[in-house]
């Protein structure tokens, strides 16, 4: 019913979530590549798409009456494009939750890569059994959790955990700026070699993923309360203005932390000495918060792939996943424990998640709900039509550039 429900702050934490995860460690890299003031409107531009695709979803959702991401997209492009925006959420996010596993088993029993080392916070346990028990002890618990509002207090912690990460970043820079040992930021891209191009190209598909969380849209507007278009649209452009925000912050303390040392992802930045006192307190209360922060995130994710895999194994819309308790746990079960097989047991994964990530995530964030406004628009909307083709645009050029830059690192 949507007189009872989520309350907007609620929604909001669960939407916000749902964009922040492991993809704001990579921000500060974006900053070092593009300079600080095309940096910033990067992030601003690709927050104010993206809300502008969130709320083409909430529109037409509301006017089809489709409560979930691949009966909207069904009822525009027939069941062929319902059942592909339903695999591409479950390439997504089951790609996403791995990639999350994988993370969180390298920060907490460390990591290796060429020369380099990554000590872990618990190095001395074995990897696949402190993913075992992360897994049955803390994922496990809060993904069994049928109704997505009941993770908004989780969600809250989540948003507040990468709040934490950008004060203390903040706070490490505020003092290495009063000491004299920050270098001047960058304020335009280099092009002077072959690196810096290569560089500055797989930034873009960076930037347009960086608000992807479209495909727990309906979810959130099924149990808002009070349900109304106005309503979720409000949802939507509170977490992009929090989103922004965080992101901005992130992106630019890691980047005057750091500046032209900056990695890829920021996190191995902080296995180092940070040149100010109580440096290996900050560096594992920085790596911890980020570890519970995917915690949080990781149920969020589950939610929709969940929901998402059972619509295509039970596509009768009378046979609600959340009225058979059999069902209900045999999936999430099932689904949790392809997730860890995948991070502990399948070698280079990752590579293969980050071709996935350059297309089914552009696809659910830009391309469908392009092609949704392209074909249920009025006649008159040129508006909504121009947008529409920027959309499309801006995902195939991101998804190229994508794919030919992962292919080329490969």
Not at 363 to 390: D, H, I, N, Y
Request: hydrophobic share 50%; charged share 10%; proline share 3%.
């Amino acid at each position: 019913s949507s007189s009872s429900g989520s309350g907007v702050a609620g929604a909001v934490f669960n939407l916000a979530t749902s964009i922040i995860g492991a993809g704001i460690m990579a921000l500060p890299a974006t900053m070092r590549v593009l300079g600080v003031p095309l940096g910033v409107a990067m992030i601003l531009a690709m927050g104010v798409l993206s809300e502008i695709s969130l709320e083409i979803v909430v529109r037409f959702s509301t006017q089809l009456k489709a409560w979930s991401y691949g009966e909207m997209v069904g009822a525009a492009c027939g069941r062929a494009g319902k059942l592909v925006s339903q695999v591409c959420i479950i390439v997504n996010n089951s790609g996403i939750l791995i990639v999350y596993l994988i993370i969180i088993g390298d920060v907490l029993s460390g990591s290796s890569s060429g020369s380099s080392h990554h000590p872990g916070l618990l190095k001395s346990l074995d990897r696949r059994l402190v993913l075992l028990a992360t897994m049955l002890l803390v994922l496990a618990p809060l993904s069994s959790l049928k109704r997505i509002d009941s993770l908004r207090f989780s969600s809250a912690a989540s948003v507040a955990l990468a709040v934490v990460f950008v004060i203390l970043s903040s706070g490490v820079a505020v003092v290495k700026g009063i000491q004299g040992k920050l270098t001047t930021p960058r304020s335009l891209p280099s092009l002077a070699s072959r690196k810096s191009v290569l560089e500055l190209l797989t930034v873009v598909p960076i930037m347009t993923n960086a608000f992807i969380c479209h495909f727990n849209i309906q979810p959130i507007y099924c149990e808002l309360k009070n349900r109304s278009a106005a309503r979720m649209n409000k949802v939507g452009r509170i977490s992009t203005l929090l989103c922004m925000s965080v992101y901005i912050a992130t992106a630019l303390s890691g980047y005057l932390l750091f500046g032209e040392s900056t990695a890829s992802d920021i996190l191995s930045n902080f296995d180092h000495d940070l040149g100010i006192a109580d440096s290996t307190l900050i560096n594992d209360v920085i790596r911890i918060g980020y570890v519970l922060h995917l915690m949080l995130v990781f149920p969020v994710i589950h939610f929709s792939l969940r929901q998402n895999v059972d619509a295509i194994l039970f596509p009768d819309p009378k046979q609600q996943l959340a009225d058979s308790t059999v069902r209900f746990w045999a999936l999430t079960a099932s689904l949790l424990a392809i997730v860890f097989v995948g991070s502990a047991f399948i070698p280079n994964i990752w590579i293969a998640f980050q071709f996935t990530g350059a297309t089914a995530g552009l696809s659910l964030g830009f391309m469908f709900p392009a092609l949704v406004a392209l074909r249920l628009s009025k006649a008159r909307e040129k508006g909504l039509e121009c947008l529409a083709w920027t959309m499309l645009v801006l995902a195939g050029v991101a998804s190229f550039l994508g794919l030919t830059t992962n292919i080329y690192n490969v």
